[in-house]
């Protein structure tokens, strides 16, 4: 499938009412999709083997989206293709008191993954001009100066080979209420229930608006966004193990050459 069309342009404006959440151009269904998502797991599979094989390179997947858009969901069901070994996953929470001590970046770098893995940041610095703007946690000439300070961040990060993707998983607010419904609903999922996140939905407009911008000011050749439709959980699969493909597959990737007269070696009898 070609991603091509859910990824942002650097230097334009964002209008999210123009990507429908709904959309699943490409396939039917769930049932339509099953082989080339299977596909697309194997391939991953087997990218980021050598990912790690060669050991000169990295990934960072960057996940944002609304409560209940489907961060973990994706990290559960396209992630889980990698094998662990290689794969450092980060969850960005309200941040600690030893790191608001520091500068906001203080905890992404630390975070970045190191050459041979995949980084996986669930929620990550986007949050300190999201949450940090809608709820007024720094005055506009704090948050508004960071988004050349992203750039500029993410510009030195994929210079030193880390090849970064960044996701935002666009969910309807329709969804959102049925999601967040079957979450007080159903007893296995009543754990994930946070009544903190009915405030944000209540500021979902200002959100929006704030991903707008983010997305728009923050679309880089070097970090690009997309804007995955996520209402439907098979299609968000689909399209993030698309884009993962398609980064690993534009990374060059080899196994390093094997020793000089592998052949030659003998295996010796165990002492
Ligand atoms: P989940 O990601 O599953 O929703 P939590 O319920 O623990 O996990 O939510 C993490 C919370 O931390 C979110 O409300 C998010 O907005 C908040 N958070 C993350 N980064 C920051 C930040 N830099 N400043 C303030 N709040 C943040």
């Known amino acids: 499938m070609n ?32 082989d080339d998502l299977a596909g ?4 991953l599979a087997a990218l980021q083997e050598k990912l790690y094989a060669q050991g000169t390179q990295a990934l960072l ?19 889980g293709a990698f094998n662990p070994q290689g794969v450092q996953i980060t969850a960005f929470k309200v941040p600690t008191s ?4 520091h500068d906001y970046l203080w905890r992404i770098h630390k975070a970045a993954p190191p050459r041979g893995m995949v980084g996986i940041f669930n929620r990550s610095h986007y949050e300190d ?5 809608v709820a007024k946690l ?13 750039n500029e961040f993410e510009k030195m990060l ?10 935002f998983l666009h969910i309807s607010a329709e969804e959102q209420a049925r999601r967040l419904t079957e979450r007080r609903e159903t007893p296995e999922k009543q754990w994930k229930f946070n009544p903190g996140d009915l405030k944000a939905r209540a500021q979902w407009s200002l959100y929006q608006r704030a991903y707008e911008d983010a997305l728009g000011r923050c679309a880089t050749p070097w970090a ?12 968000r699969n689909m399209v993030v193990s698309q884009v993962l493909v398609d980064a690993l597959e534009g990374m060059d990737l080899e196994f390093p050459p094997a020793v000089e007269n592998i052949s030659t070696f003998e295996i010796p009898p165990a002492g």
């Open 158 to 167: 994929s210079d030193s080979g880390v090849r970064i993707v960044k996701l």
């Open 3 to 34: 991603v091509k069309r859910f990824q942002v342009k650097p230097g334009s404006t964002v209008h999210l009412e123009a990507f429908d959440p709904d959309a699943t151009p490409g396939f039917k269904d769930k049932q339509d999709a099953a």
């Open 40 to 43: 697309n797991l194997a391939k």
């Open 98 to 101: 030893e790191e608001l001590a």
């Open 224 to 235: 690009p966004w997309f804007v995955v439709p996520s209402n439907r959980k098979w299609y």
């Open 61 to 79: 997947v960057v996940l944002q989206g609304m409560d209940t858009s489907g961060k973990d969901g994706a990290i559960e069901h396209v992630m």
């Open 129 to 133: 001009v999201l949450v940090v703007r």
């Open 138 to 150: 720094a005055p506009k000439k704090v948050w508004s100066k960071r988004f050349e300070h992203i």
